[in-house]
């Protein structure tokens, strides 16, 4: 076989002259012995030119648009060069535009299939694959700006990834898909893609409220990370409007990640779900309605009983925390070892006390938990914390101090 001895002397030019006097139905018979010589080289040390060669090849015999795309996702990590598209010129403009629709679906493979993709979609006219794979791989394909060899076609210019996509007639059509189809890849790291999808979107190539709709759809099919989840919000910066229309939305996932925190609160690293919860941005009305969730975390490691700590202080500040509320977190808090969290509930207690005289008896009754610290010091700043309000307190109290 001619084409075996061409490749065998590393010609590729002979291999592309030799592809183009055959006819189709040649090429294809060749393409058995070739998968046999294939076999033979990968045995042996090979040149470079002769591995490129066997490439151009069995590309090039590959005589339906499914048997090229189940080749080129086989061996999708050769370079794309000039002699790619030599061969693929050698079919018809409906056989390549057909074998650009069926490498879309899985464009993410590698960059060499996303690239000969974007070829055939510019060589052929046919519209830019709508699957998902394909948009993401266009994405990260503008993000790294690879050059094209010569008569490869496909790339924009521009200094960075927003510059490029503004000028890449993709966009129109990408751009909406990439909104309405996201996935964590899109929304989640690294997250230039979606501040470019961002910027984007407030220029009008898509629509800003389903891009919103979209993320939290994700957030709640699949919650990402806790720092994963704050760049994106931070990225997207939702309007006040924004943030409320979405508050159904915010709420299930607040719900959902205080239970994680109550559950596995003691066992596992609960930074990642705290992030998320401070990124959501709950407003006191919201956290109100989660009061025994935030109760129940108090009992847990130093960052989450913290996290909760702050949460109900704001709330009893808003006056939206019940008074047995104060008392049970007094109870949870008082008494355990970790300086930091008894100091917090003390000041939380002097506050409470100067906003509300009238209510100074029972929150004197509850900062009495800490009279049994185990820490001397603590005790300490319990009774002067004691001594300092006590005079606007009843004689029961005074005398159950004492």
Not at 355 to 360: I, K, L
Request: with cysteine; charged share 25%.
């Amino acid at each position: 076989m001619k084409l075996v001895e061409l490749v065998e002397a590393g010609d590729l030019a002979g291999v592309v002259r030799e592809l183009g006097a055959l006819s189709p139905e040649q090429r294809g018979a060749c393409a058995a012995g070739l998968r046999a010589h294939r076999e033979a080289v990968s045995r042996r040390a090979n040149t470079a030119e002769v591995k490129t060669a066997l490439f151009a090849a069995e590309l090039g015999c590959q005589v339906t648009p499914d048997a090229a795309a189940s080749w080129l996702l086989t061996y999708r990590y050769f370079k794309v060069e000039t002699w790619t598209v030599d061969v693929l010129d050698l079919q018809p403009v409906a056989w390549r535009a057909e074998l650009a629709a069926r490498l879309g679906e899985r464009a993410t493979a590698s960059d060499t299939v996303y690239t000969i993709t974007e070829h055939l979609v510019h060589d052929t006219g046919c519209p830019p694959p709508a699957s998902r794979k394909f948009v993401l791989a266009w994405l990260y394909n503008r993000a790294n700006n690879r050059e094209r060899p010569a008569r490869v076609r496909g790339g924009v210019p521009g200094a960075d990834l927003l510059e490029r996509l503004r000028a890449d007639p993709f966009t129109p059509t990408l751009v909406p898909l990439a909104v309405a189809r996201p996935g964590r890849v899109v929304f989640g790291r690294p997250g230039w893609l979606l501040e470019a999808v961002v910027a984007l979107t407030a220029e009008g190539f898509a629509d800003r409220a389903e891009l919103v709709d979209n993320l939290f759809r994700d957030m709640a099919g699949d919650p990402p990370g806790g720092a994963e989840a704050a760049a994106m919000l931070e990225a997207v910066a939702l309007t006040p409007a924004e943030h409320a229309r979405v508050a159904p939305a915010r709420a299930a996932l607040a719900a959902r990640l205080l239970g994680r925190l109550r559950d596995d609160g003691t066992h596992t690293e609960p930074a990642p779900f705290l992030a998320f919860l401070r990124a959501l941005r709950s407003t006191p009305a919201e956290n109100a309605l989660l009061v025994r969730d935030h109760l129940a975390l108090l009992d847990r490691s130093l960052p989450v009983a913290a996290h909760a700590q702050e949460v109900l202080a704001g709330l009893d500040e808003s006056g939206l925390l019940e008074p047995d509320a104060l008392t049970e977190a007094c109870e949870r808090l008082l008494l355990r070892p970790e300086r930091k969290l008894v100091r917090t509930q003390l000041a939380w207690l002097d506050r409470a006390i100067q906003r509300h005289p009238a209510r100074a008896d029972r929150l004197l009754a509850d900062l009495s938990i800490a009279f049994g610290q185990g820490d001397l010091g603590l005790r300490g700043c319990a009774l002067d914390l004691a001594e300092r309000h006590v005079a606007g307190a009843g004689e029961s109290v005074r005398d159950a101090l004492r």
